[in-house]
């Protein structure tokens, strides 16, 4: 594989009986890339994701995740990834550091580095005097940002973002996708699948799958000259009218 490549798929599907979720993907992201993946509800994403992540055997095609087979080698891919769900992620009966204490337990960090990674993180996020509340007592937005920040706790070559940003307000948005370029920056590759077209734009290059399939894969820019449009909503929507297959 080459080196500088993260995500490398070919053919990769997912079939459920009859039913082919993810027909034939092939797609490479590269290090340090952040890579939007879009698709309406049903259109496959989510099942792709998983099979990413170490979480679901494939029906056939390959796919490597940071150098490992997603065959042979979930358990190390598991390891060597972050992973932000749709639901919220935390421990709401956990306080702030705990939820950072076990995170680094899993992941079989020295108390030396889950110390020093939590007082950094509580001094980026501006938590130092909630962090011994309740994870349960914070406003959605401070959720969603600390959850980033556990799920990178590990410092993962990759993390995938299961539609981050879903129920909060503008503001707090726009505070998330600069944790993600400050992520980047530093070599992380971002996989993230939103259902806010505006913030496809801040990706380096989208992906959109249709019924199983990709349909599209460029950057916003190219993707919006190749459709005619000046919105990412329009090449969404041009795409997403060829669906056949129902919603979720």
Known sequence: ??????????????????FIAVNKISFDVKKGEIFGFLGANGAGKTTAMRMLC???????????VAGFD???????????????????SLYDDLTVKENMRFYGGIYGKSNQFIKEKTKLILDQLQLK???????????????????????????????????????????????????????????TTVFVTTHYMDEAEYCDRVSIMVDGRIEALDTPAALKKNYNTNS???VFLQLARKATRKSD
Request: aromatic share 10%; no cysteine; proline share 5%.
């Open 1 to 18: 594989m080459n080196n500088d490549t993260a995500i490398r798929t070919h053919d990769l599907t997912k079939r459920f009986g009859g």
């Open 54 to 64: 170490g979480l679901s055997i494939p029906s056939d095609g390959m796919a490597t």
């Open 70 to 88: 997603v065959y042979k080698e979930n358990e190390k891919i598991k390891k060597s990834i972050g992973y932000m769900s749709q639901q919220f």
């Open 129 to 187: 005097n909630e962090a011994n509340l309740l994870v349960k007592s914070l406003p959605l937005g401070w959720k969603q940002k600390l959850a980033f920040s556990v799920a990178m706790f590990h410092e993962p070559e990759i993390i995938f973002l299961d539609e981050p940003t879903g129920g909060v307000d503008p503001v707090t948005r726009r505070e998330f996708w600069t944790m993600i370029y400050k992520a980047a920056a530093t070599g």
């Open 232 to 234: 990412m909503d329009d």
